[in-house]
């Protein structure tokens, strides 16, 4: 029961990071048991190499058996820094939300953030790997049981002799969706690669507009989204069972800190 309850409580939290997207020197695995823990900070955090201003989202847990609205932390102090020695320190915006007002996302830098709340402060690295341009998109269909569904074909060209880790943004109609879409190269480093965005609940009409995001991402944050996806049920090929998210947030925090290159593309649902 204690490890139902665990499960339970860690599968809410995630929900919750993946309904809000729109995203090391030290890795660490968090265990959750939001019916008998204090409740946890939870860190949405990214910078890319597209023109700021940046956010941070601050909020907490709550137990599994109460309401899914989850309290924004406010007046809390962050900063980001980043390896040329540029500083930049948060404006808190709204309850929770932050935003950056001078620092810019520039691929090949290494950036820290630093976040301070309560009495105690979580600290996270992120390095920005060079942008990947989208090729070409294309529209596939595969058949689930009696049901059809479309799907979108990523192309695009991996850099050789380099670990590349890649996450797929969704965006239809506008809406970010809210599928975790990853890729690394570890089978097929270089050359043309074709990434395929299935989801058996992604519907996708003739009509629907949809932009894919190619993130760029480092491997902590590539780790994070992985195993959000295996908690959540969708592990993909040849996983280990569901695991807890690892986060690269020192201090206890959930959540992640991601500095990203990205590039897009558009695509008409024939």
């Given at each position: 029961m204690k490890n139902r309850s665990l499960f339970h409580g860690i599968i809410k939290t995630i929900i919750f990071l993946m309904i809000s997207l729109f995203s090391i020197s030290c890795e660490k695995i968090i265990s959750v048991d939001l019916n008998s823990t204090a409740p946890q900070l939870v860190i949405e955090a990214s910078i890319s190499d597209q023109p700021g201003p940046y956010y941070v989202k601050l909020s907490r847990t709550v137990n599994f058996d109460q309401t899914n609205f989850f309290p924004a932390v406010s007046e809390a102090k962050i900063v980001i820094n980043d390896d040329s020695g540029n500083s930049d320190s948060l404006i808190?915006?709204?309850p929770g939300l932050y935003k950056t007002s001078v620092i810019q996302g520039v691929p090949g830098r290494t950036y820290s953030i630093s976040i301070t709340t309560g009495g105690y402060k979580y600290t996270a690295v992120s390095t920005m790997p060079p942008p990947v341009d989208v090729d070409s998109?294309?529209?596939?269909t595969q058949s689930f049981g009696?049901?059809?569904m479309k799907f979108v074909d990523?192309?695009?060209?991996d850099s050789g002799?380099?670990?590349n880790y890649y996450r797929f943004?969704?965006?239809k109609n506008g809406v970010p969706q809210n599928f975790i879409f990853l890729f690394d190269d570890r089978l097929h480093d270089g050359g043309p690669v074709t990434s395929s965005l299935v989801a058996e609940e992604d519907t996708l009409n003739s009509g629907d507009s949809v932009y894919v995001l190619l993130q760029c991402i480092d491997k902590n944050v590539f780790d994070y989204f992985r195993t959000i996806r295996q908690a959540s049920g969708d592990p993909g090929p040849q996983a280990p069972s569901p695991a807890n998210p690892l986060?690269?947030?020192t201090g206890g925090a959930l959540g992640y800190f991601s500095a990203y290159a990205v590039r897009s593309r558009l695509i008409i649902i024939p």
């Open positions: 808190e915006t709204s998109l294309n529209i596939e009696p049901n059809k990523v192309h695009f060209r002799n380099v670990k943004v969704e965006v986060s690269n947030f």
